[in-house]
């Protein structure tokens, strides 16, 4: 330390290091039952000078939940020699709370008995906070420290440098494997658990043990962080060791490796105070000698990035002849900057004069680092460099609740139109390409400040807000970035050894001062970009309120459907199909919904519902069925056992991979004939997939079931394809049979349908046939078998069975 006359003896300076680094000093007398405490301590605790707590209870002022373990501390070390180190909350006087670091050790007389404990007690966070909540995702990593990151699971996910000489391995190698596994067997198990415990509760994982192949002691800090920890590893051997052998505030101080600048108590006008002493660390952090810096101001570490609210602060504490405590950037000889984090305190003299300021910084460069890299993997879409659904939805918040902000904008939904076949086709490394060419561009069509975020595969999401004195109207500003987009998405893109071309769907939803949510704005800007969808792709949807009642209406209505399966409301209806005598020949199968409180709910109503929830499925399976049940019934009636059964096939049914084998086990189970079974198929079957709806159709066919193409004549069907279907029989639709007699067209279809069947050698029937004169025109043309109210209604089974024995030769009658 060099000579100079406004630094004290050494003693002096050993003060002023226990004020910077706010320690204080305690002793217990064993043999007396006294208790004493360093001033400092009592500041520490919030208290005035002389104050400490009684004797019989020195742990006073620790919280509840770390009381019970410092207790069982301090009793080891009074009867037992056992130093200790540990980390404790305390409670100050006026309510408030702080982290500490608590250290004891015994004193022994000349005969070695224990006559008292002593120790010392650092504060290691401002008061009020606990260091999970300061270090954070890494912030307690320290320079040169080892720090690592892992999922829930306990595997690493990154490595620094440091971590990756601890354990003697590379990231490559230890990227995936559990980080317990880097210990010895023996204490694998205990760290497992005590990480799966801390990881389930979201609190501090702690843990420290001796690895008794290198003879080293490890200390293993985990902070919650995304699911997983943030690991903090150190080689704390040398703490251990430096408990047994020193003193705790001599071997506090020793160990210090933090900067520390002492500088005389002068006036804060320029220049300021001089410095009257570095240590050695400040030299090699800094570049500086010590013969460079004394009699200069620390001003000589500041740079052009020096935060000037963090320099204010600093000022306005030391005025007031309190300390301060701040993150900086300094700056080192070379230029070079770095971050400090910096503990400024006063010094008195016995008097109660300040003598001195000492500045105890910690270079934090390595954590401010590992800080922007987490904080940029939790935010930010690693593919892209977007902001993420997080920080999407933070940004989403606070453009709602922040009072100051106008509150008014828009929310764009955009999806790639066709982005799987992309991937399909070429793969997803190309997939990638183009969503990296994608956000580029989207980011070109937007003004600074507005957020352009990815929420995952090809869905995109922007934010557009209001700014300025005279902001847009936020329909036509989103209407103009949104063709901007448009445009600018649907030029070519250069993919590697491939030129290609997209387009995308755009849904806009508007939001001002009305009380919508987050969750609210995003589902109704996603409904328009399905709109968008559903209008051609390549184009852009506002959003519209009737969208809304019409999903809500549908999603009311399909968990009504999943109730009404449950609970049996289905049922069949029956309507009988006649001949050309009037004599029926069969009827169809057609499955009813009685609703509680919405009474006979339509089958265009529910039939789509089923379809989209899959429920088609069983429901379809429980009609065929019953349908082979009847017919089994009807079999041991002579005048009813020519009669056959149309069941109604879904797409969704017919295309479900068993269901060939589900018609042939219920033809199986009930015994029928199978060409009993008619199986209605829709027209809209040969909208795709022919060849494979063919092949199905000729299984269906070889088993022995009749098979009649349903609303034919709705537009999908083609003569080539026609010609294929192994058919029994055409269905002439009801739209074309309602107004036949008075619509040319429709009579025209209806005679095409006609001679189209002959011409195949195929059965046709007519449903929907209401009147005599509709009857008598289809039989001029050559149609025979008709279904329609002009015959009967459809009948639940007890009715149809009363309604034939009535008319055991059935005659056309009126509806």
Not at 659 to 684: N, R, W, Y
Request: proline share 5%; charged share 25%; glycine share 8%.
């Amino acid at each position: 330390m060099p000579s100079d006359r406004n630094m004290q003896d050494d003693e002096s300076v050993v003060r002023m290091l226990e004020r910077a680094a706010f320690v204080g000093v305690w002793r217990l007398d064993l043999r007396s039952g006294e208790l004493s405490w360093s001033d400092q301590l009592a500041a520490i605790h919030g208290a005035p000078q002389g104050y400490a707590p009684p004797a019989d209870d020195p742990l006073k002022h620790y919280s509840d939940g770390c009381r019970s373990k410092l207790e069982a501390l301090f009793q080891a070390c009074k009867t037992e020699g056992a130093p200790f180190d540990e980390e404790s909350q305390i409670i100050l006087l006026d309510g408030r709370r702080s982290w500490v670091r608590s250290l004891g050790q015994p004193v022994r007389d000349p005969e070695g008995k224990i006559v008292a404990v002593q120790g010392a007690v650092q504060e290691i966070a401002p008061r009020g906070l606990r260091p999970g909540t300061l270090l954070r995702m890494g912030a307690a990593l320290g320079s040169g420290e080892a720090f690592a990151t892992v999922d829930r699971n306990g595997s690493y996910t990154f490595l620094n440098e440091q971590a990756e000489q601890m354990l003697g391995a590379g990231s490559d190698q230890l990227i995936g494997r559990r980080f317990w596994n880097s210990f010895q067997k023996t204490v694998r198990l205990r760290l497992e658990e005590q990480f799966r415990s801390a990881l389930a509760r979201s609190v501090k994982l702690e843990f420290e043990q001796l690895d008794a192949r290198l003879s080293h002691w490890y200390e293993v800090r985990g902070f919650p962080f995304g699911g997983g920890m943030a690991i903090h590893l150190r080689d704390v051997t040398a703490r251990r060791k430096a408990q047994e052998q020193l003193r705790l505030l001599e071997g506090s101080i020793a160990r210090l490796n933090d900067i520390v600048i002492i500088t005389e108590a002068g006036p804060f006008s320029e220049p300021g105070p001089r410095i009257v002493f570095v240590n050695e660390a400040f030299e090699r952090r800094t570049g500086y000698t010590r013969d460079e810096v004394i009699g200069k101001t620390p001003r000589l570490l500041q740079g052009p990035n020096t935060q000037r609210r963090a320099l204010d602060q600093i000022r306005a504490a030391l005025e007031e002849w309190r300390p301060a405590r701040v993150d900086l950037i300094n700056y080192k000889k070379n230029g070079e900057p770095f971050w400090v984090d910096l503990d400024v305190s006063p010094v008195w003299d016995k008097q109660r004069k300040l003598t001195h300021w000492v500045a105890v910084g910690r270079d934090v460069t390595e954590r401010k680092l590992a800080e922007e890299k987490i904080q940029h993997l939790a935010f930010y879409d690693a593919l892209t460099k977007l902001p993420n659904r997080q920080l999407l939805m933070d940004r989403l918040h606070a453009a709602l609740a922040d009072p100051a902000r106008p509150r008014e904008g828009a929310l764009m939904f955009i999806d790639l139109d066709n982005f799987k076949v992309l991937n399909d086709t070429l793969g997803h490394q190309k997939g990638d390409v183009l969503l990296q060419l994608v956000a580029e561009r989207l980011r070109s069509c937007v003004a600074k400040g507005d957020t352009v975020a990815r929420l995952g595969g090809d869905e995109f999401v922007i934010l557009l807000e209001n700014r300025g004195d005279k902001p847009l109207d936020p329909a036509k500003g989103a209407r103009a970035v949104a063709e901007r987009i448009l445009q600018a998405l649907g030029e070519p893109y250069v993919l590697p050894g491939y030129l290609h071309h997209t387009t995308c769907s755009i849904g806009v939803t508007l939001f001002n001062k009305s009380d919508r949510t987050v969750s609210e704005l995003l589902k109704q800007a996603d409904l328009a970009m399905y709109q968008a969808k559903g209008a051609g792709r390549n184009t852009v949807c506002f959003f519209d309120p009737e969208m809304q009642a019409v999903v809500t209406a549908n999603a009311t209505l399909a968990a009504d459907l999943r109730q009404a399966w449950r609970e049996n409301q289905f049922h069949i209806d029956y309507q009988p199909q006649v001949g050309p005598d009037g004599r029926m020949t069969g009827v169809e199968a057609l499955v009813r919904w009685h609703h509680p409180l919405r009474g006979v709910v339509p089958p265009d109503q529910f039939i789509p519902a089923a379809e989209e929830t899959s429920l088609i499925l069983p429901i379809g399976r429980w009609v065929l069925d019953t349908a082979c049940a009847q017919l089994a019934a009807w079999e041991h009636r002579p005048d009813r056992r020519h009669l056959s059964i149309a069941v109604n096939v879904s797409v969704k049914q017919f295309r479900h991979p068993e269901f060939v084998d589900e018609v042939m086990q219920a033809i199986e189970q009930s015994g029928v004939q199978p060409h009993k079974l008619k199986l209605e198929l829709t027209e809209s079957l040969l909208a795709d997939g022919i060849d494979v709806t063919i092949a199905k159709m000729g299984s269906l066919k070889d088993m022995g079931v009749t098979l009649s193409l349903d609303d034919f004549g709705i537009g999908y069907s083609s003569l080539s394809y026609l010609k294929r279907l192994p058919l029994d029989q055409l269905k002439i639709d009801r739209e074309f049979v309602k107004d036949i007699l008075t619509d040319s067209n429709d009579a025209a279809i209806a005679k095409t349908v006609i001679g189209l069947a002959h011409s195949l050698d195929l059965d046709v029937i007519a449903e929907g046939v209401e009147t005599e004169e509709q009857r008598a025109f289809l039989e001029r043309q050559g149609c025979h078998s008709y279904q329609g109210y002009l015959f009967c209604r459809p009948l639940p089974i007890e009715e149809l069975e009363a309604f034939m024995d009535r008319l055991p030769a059935m005659e056309p009658t009126p509806a």
